[in-house]
């Protein structure tokens, strides 16, 4: 079965400070990875995918098929960037709906 | 508001009643989606339709049903038979190339609230 696993529900960090939401999957194959994110009072938006290897607001995500994971990265949180993380991997051949993880909310302190 | 229109936004029903809500894209996007997002539960997949006339259940199909009478349009009916209907739906859009989505445009969403 497809799994994707956010261990952790909150995560607290100083302005500056480096921030990295975990994110892990069980999936057959090579998935297709995405971050979403939803901002107070706003639409839940597409952050980035792994595939254009694109990094936007200073955050990266790195796949790791070892360990099967695709950790976000943010080196200088700032406190825009406080907001829920979603992790959301695809399994690819369509448009089968994303499985979305069950949610980081990241809190950035001044 | 661009791309993606659900409405309403806020909705109150009586236990026993139906109700749908509206999702309307102008994108051009093949596959819609809805989705439910419950605090601490992320997002679970309802229905999803790929093409005009054709949808799948998701995870959580129960107690709800949908139509893709148009490309534009994939409105959702919560039934009476849904046993907790108290939710925020999400309704996404995505265009389909053989890799999978781009990614999903989502609508603003609609709270339901079930009195």
């Known amino acids: 079965a497809q799994r994707v696993t956010q261990p952790e529900k909150l995560l607290s960090v100083f302005k500056g400070a480096p921030v990295e939401l975990k994110c892990n999957y069980s999936?057959?194959?090579?998935?297709?990875l995405f971050w979403y994110v939803q901002y107070s009072r706003q639409r839940l938006q597409l952050l980035l995918r792994h595939i254009s290897r694109e990094s936007i607001k200073g955050f990266t995500a790195d796949l790791n098929k070892g360990e099967t994971s695709f950790h976000l990265k943010e080196p200088f949180a700032q406190e825009e960037d406080s907001a829920m993380y979603y992790c959301a991997p695809h399994s690819g051949g369509g448009a089968d709906g994303l499985t979305f993880g069950k949610g980081t909310h990241l809190i950035i302190q001044p | 508001d661009g791309g993606i229109t659900q409405s309403p936004k806020y909705l109150f029903r009586k236990e026993g009643q139906n109700v749908t809500l509206s999702c309307e894209q102008n994108?051009?996007?093949?596959?819609m989606y809805w989705y439910r997002q419950d605090p601490g539960q992320g997002l679970r997949l309802i229905y999803y339709?790929?093409?005009?006339?054709?949808?799948q259940k998701g995870d959580i199909a129960e107690g709800y049903s949908v139509s893709r009478e148009k490309k534009e349009s994939f409105p959702l009916t919560v039934t009476s038979a849904q046993k907790n209907p108290t939710a925020f739906y999400l309704c996404a859009s995505s265009s389909i190339n053989s890799g999978g989505p781009y990614g999903y445009t989502f609508g603003s969403g609609t709270r339901l609230t079930v009195v």
């Open positions: 994108l051009n996007h093949d596959a």
């Open positions: 339709s790929q093409i005009v006339n054709d949808f």
């Open positions: 999936y057959s194959g090579s998935p297709e």
